[in-house]
């Protein structure tokens, strides 16, 4: 598969277990986040969002908690399996309406079986 | 699948030369946004289109250009070509405009030689 990225910051939990994956932001005016799951050789996949106006949103085993004060975001996935292994992405968008995002480096999960 | 598809899946081209990168979006969805994915650089956001007109700009060169048609499929232009420029080249689409879900491509690796 394509490699991402060279020297990401690297994950490696056990099939079942619960995995957090942070984020620092950089931009105390962003006001919306969103985390990308990205597989070898395939393009970013949208995960979850949330707006500055929230501290925490749950989806599907995934949870998104948001600090604003330390500017810091982290995704956690409950139960992770191998399917989950991807590079993971925060993007933070700058308040005003326009879709202007800035993309973290990401996160290499690593879901050992 | 997405429901996007881009062409080619891979370009093979030389400095100074000029490609042209095609994005179809997911049936229905008005909006194209064009990102570049690099080594060094990560996940970059370019620039985004709404039913053919251009909404917000991100780190775009100016060798670079791109535009939507009114079949809404768009076309990101590559001009004079760097070695830097080589990278994966991703489409995403979404219903609307601004901030929405979005839905990547396969996207094109590019390589300049």
């Known amino acids: 598969g394509e490699s991402v990225g060279l020297h990401l910051p690297t994950l490696s939990v056990q099939e079942g277990d619960n995995s957090i994956i942070n984020c620092a932001y950089s931009n105390s005016a962003s006001d919306y986040f969103i985390w990308y799951k990205q597989e070898s050789g395939k393009g970013p996949q949208f995960i979850i969002d949330?707006?500055?106006?929230?501290d925490k949103r749950q989806g599907q085993r995934v949870t998104v908690l948001l600090n604003k004060t330390v500017k810091h975001l982290s995704l956690q996935i409950a139960a992770t399996q191998p399917g989950d292994s991807a590079v993971y992405f925060c993007a933070e968008n700058l308040s005003g309406g326009s879709y202007i995002p800035t993309f973290g480096r990401g996160t290499s999960l690593i879901v050992h079986p | 699948d997405s429901g996007v598809t881009q062409t080619p899946k891979h370009l093979i081209t030389a400095t100074g030369q000029r490609v042209t990168l095609r994005c179809s979006p997911r049936?229905?969805?008005?909006?194209v946004y064009w990102y570049q994915q690099s080594l060094d650089q990560g996940l970059q956001f370019l620039i985004h289109y709404y039913n053919g007109e251009e909404r917000a700009k991100g780190n775009i060169l100016e060798r670079f250009s791109a535009q939507q048609f009114p079949d809404l499929h768009s076309e990101l232009n590559l001009s004079s070509l760097e070695l830097g420029d080589s990278a994966l080249y991703f489409c995403?689409?979404?219903?609307?405009?601004?901030?929405?879900?979005?839905?990547f491509g396969p996207g094109t690796r590019l390589t300049v030689l």
């Open positions: 995403a689409s979404s219903p609307r405009t601004g901030i929405d879900e979005q839905f």
């Open positions: 049936s229905g969805d008005l909006s």
């Open positions: 949330i707006r500055s106006n929230m």
